[in-house]
């Protein structure tokens, strides 16, 4: 799966990615620096920007718009949960370094066919407090200039427009502040903080609790989808009544009960009633899922272990479980505290008409 990896620095995506599978063609040159300054390798000269359709929150950014200020290009989508959670940072980096000469680029290229809809992008962006540029790549153009592979993925590039810096997934956020400092220092900029951005995340951007999450990202559409547990064989893209099987759910099995179509990207509900159960070990549930039809909503409960889950709920639900599908998105269901365990998540959606796609977990 290349979509939303969590790669450490030194990872086998990283030593690609500098041996060959870069972002531009040309030589790799090490530029000295001062001794007090990391050696930062030239990966590539940054690609132009041209292939948006469409930008939000600035006119279009050419190279020459770019020349002398140190760029941070962000690919994301809106529905990532591993991007989600580096956001604090992108925020927190525009606003110190804005004018200091450091320029964030969002990219969202999309996952899912619904994130393609401007509609859709266009709503996000203000909810989740986006400021800075944001080119629209819903036909990857600006995706495939630069040979990336990964939701989250950063690249920095200096004043002369050199790549100099990369980091995919999550995580690297102190080596990427230092990088940004660094940079501008480079460019001439005298009065670069050196200090590091302090963060207080809310809600979905929380970071991972790593040492507990035993989960992995699982998609609901026949394309992805792995760990499927209802009783019989699936059928795609027609309607089927999904049964749960009888024994108990092993760790990360799901199911989907009543009448469902399962589709490439996704699961609908065609029942009346649907429910969809997951065992997991995680402290937090999100679900990315939306109504089948714009402008409807459907309402759901959430259980766990069979009951309310309380003080464990998520943000798109209250303490009875209740919530409602309005739009499609990631919805955080279950956030618990410790003791984090092997628990069953359940949600029953009252009325036909939702689509599910994709479970995450933090």
């Known amino acids: 799966m290349i979509a939303r990896q969590l790669l450490a620095a030194g990872t086998w995506a990283s030593m690609v990615f500098l041996s060959g599978a870069s972002v531009a063609h040309g030589e790799r040159e090490t530029v000295p620096v001062k001794s007090t300054t990391t ?193 019989g064989n699936t059928v795609p893209d027609r309607p089927r009544v999904y049964t749960a099987p009888p024994d108990r759910l092993r760790l990360n099995e799901w199911a989907l009960v009543g009448e469902w179509t399962i589709r490439p990207e996704a699961a609908a509900l065609i029942g009346a009633t649907g429910r969809i159960v997951y065992r997991f070990h995680a402290r937090d549930v999100n679900l990315i899922m939306g109504p089948s039809a714009r402008g409807t909503s459907v309402g759901f409960r959430v259980r766990i272990d069979g009951k309310p889950p309380g003080g464990a709920h998520g943000i798109d639900v209250d303490e009875q479980g209740n919530g409602v599908v309005s739009e499609p998105r990631m919805y955080q269901l279950i956030r618990q505290p410790a003791p984090v365990a092997d628990r069953v998540f359940d949600i029953e959606f009252v009325g036909p008409g939702v689509e599910a796609f994709d479970f995450t977990f933090g």
């Open 39 to 231: 050696q930062l390798r030239i990966e590539g000269e940054l690609p132009a920007l041209g292939g948006a359709i469409e930008w939000i929150n600035s006119p279009p950014l050419t190279p020459p718009d770019l020349r002398g200020k140190v760029v941070l290009i962000d690919f994301w989508t809106y529905t990532c949960i591993n991007w989600r959670r580096t956001l604090p940072y992108v925020r927190a980096w525009s606003e110190k370094y804005k004018n200091r000469g450091l320029v964030v680029i969002g990219v969202h290229t999309p996952e899912f066919s619904f994130e393609k809809v401007l509609e859709n992008v266009h709503r996000e962006i203000p909810e989740l407090e986006i400021h800075y540029p944001v080119a629209v790549d819903s036909d990857y153009a600006i995706w495939r200039a630069f040979r990336n592979q990964y939701w989250p993925a950063f690249y920095i590039a200096d004043a002369q427009g050199r790549i100099r810096h990369h980091q995919f997934g999550e995580g690297g956020y102190e080596e990427t502040e230092r990088v940004i400092q660094q940079l501008l220092t480079e460019a001439g900029q005298l009065d670069v903080p050196g200090d590091l951005v302090s963060l207080d995340a809310k809600g979905a951007e929380v970071g991972a609790n790593w040492a507990t999450l035993k989960s992995p990202e699982t998609y609901l559409g026949y394309e992805k989808a792995e760990s499927f547990a209802s009783l």
